[in-house]
């Protein structure tokens, strides 16, 4: 069977450590309204778009290699289901060949019958391919 939740790639010409601390600074490249840390295992760190907000918790980390945070608390004040997001994962993979670092990001639980699919969708596609992709080559993330 087929895994539904939503993934994109992006690559860029750096290292595995600079695709790491790039995810890291969350700020930068999808937050701007950002509380705590997202650097370390057991992290925790809060973004904020308006009265919407996420919580998450990094629940793994392999330097270099993989970064999972899961959502722990979240408002998503246009949603039936305002906490949709809660125990869902947003797993960033991290792999380099030829010096060219790619990211396998995965928001584990974002599928097609959830409500908030198509909204995420876009939202993901901004700031993935979109803001991160952008800090990793021109050092310039585009956050809200």
């Known amino acids: 069977m087929k895994n539904k939740d939503f993934t994109c790639s992006i690559t ?9 601390e790039a995810i890291s600074q969350v700020w930068v490249w999808w937050a701007k ?15 904020r778009f308006g009265e919407t907000f996420v919580t998450f918790n990094i629940t793994e980390l392999v330097p270099n290699t993989r970064v999972v945070w899961t959502a722990t608390d979240c408002y ?3 949603l039936n289901d305002k906490t949709e997001w809660t125990g869902t994962k947003l797993i960033f993979g991290i792999s380099t060949e030829n010096d060219q670092t790619t990211i396998n990001f995965r928001h584990q639980g974002l599928v097609p019958d959830v409500e908030c699919y198509d909204m995420c969708v876009k939202g993901w596609t901004q700031y993935i391919p979109g803001s ?3 800090l990793l080559r021109d050092g310039v993330g585009q956050p809200s």
């Not at 309204?33 to 973004?47: C, I």
Request: charged fraction near 35%; charge should be negative.
């Open 132 to 134: 991160l992709l952008k």
């Open 76 to 78: 998503l004040p246009w």
């Open 33 to 47: 309204d950002f509380t705590g840390r997202a650097e370390k295992l057991d992290d925790e760190f809060t973004v």
């Open 12 to 20: 860029a010409n750096v290292t595995a450590e600079e695709a790491t």
